[in-house]
């Protein structure tokens, strides 16, 4: 099982939209989770840290959920600025020198 | 400004070359790392180091050499045993949980 999965989409909506990202990890011993954004051929950029049930940034709400091992972003109020991969990031343990393990992402398309 | 500097941005390699990727940082980190990236994939790790003078395999390093001689600097060399280079490859730092990354290197095969 991968380490960390996510539904690769991809996801089209209109401006205005709500749309929501989801997450599953397999280490249950992780405390920290990420959402980077990724735009096309750019790096990867932290958009939120979820540290514990939930954190909140104006129109993203990202919410962990411990015992299903899920993690959720949500953006309201979609922009065309918000097209852009999200990817969704556990942190590794010792064996791999702490790296973070990255989900493959998900394609978020906003349209006009 | 503090940040993760890779060099060149774009890059390509004939068969059968060794080429070299250039990753310096003005962090002050001491946890550096090399990923892959393929289309329509994830972050794969290629190596780590978490301290000058020592470094580490990751899940893909084979065909790929590292070295950590300063703490400024991880440079990354695709040797001519990876038999498909051509990627996108980011270096990244890290500082607790957060990750900083390069702005990547196009790696393509010629």
């Known amino acids: 099982r991968k380490e960390v999965e996510q539904d690769p989409g991809p996801f089209n909506v209109p401006e205005g939209a709500t749309v929501a990202f989801n997450c599953t990890y397999s280490?249950?011993?992780?405390?920290?989770f990420f959402w980077y954004r990724q735009d096309c051929r750019k790096e990867p950029k932290l958009l939120m840290s979820?540290?514990?049930s939930g954190n909140e940034d104006g129109r993203f709400t990202a919410q962990l959920n411990r015992a299903s091992q899920y993690i959720s972003l949500l953006i309201r109020d979609s922009k065309l600025s918000d097209s852009a991969t999200y990817l969704c990031?556990?942190?590794?343990?010792?064996?791999?020198?702490?790296?973070?393990?990255f989900g493959k992402g998900t394609s978020l398309l906003v349209t006009p | 400004d503090g940040g993760i500097t890779q060099s060149p941005k774009y890059l390509f390699r004939k068969e059968g070359q060794n080429v070299t990727l250039s990753c310096e940082q003005n962090?002050?980190?001491?946890?550096m790392y090399w990923y892959r990236q393929d289309p329509g994939q994830g972050l794969r790790l290629i190596y780590y180091?978490?301290?000058?003078?020592?470094?580490q395999k990751g899940d893909i390093a084979e065909g790929y050499s590292v070295s950590r001689e300063k703490k400024e600097s991880f440079p990354l060399t695709v040797t001519s045993a990876q038999k498909n280079p051509t990627a996108f490859y980011l270096c990244?730092?890290?500082?607790?949980?957060?990750?900083?990354f390069g702005q990547g290197t196009r790696l393509t095969v010629v």
């Open positions: 990031v556990a942190p590794g343990g010792p064996n791999s020198g702490y790296a973070l393990n």
């Open positions: 280490n249950s011993a992780s405390q920290s």
């Open positions: 979820v540290y514990s």
């Open positions: 962090l002050n980190h001491d946890a």
């Open positions: 180091s978490q301290i000058v003078n020592d470094f």
């Open positions: 990244a730092s890290l500082k607790g949980p957060e990750a900083f």
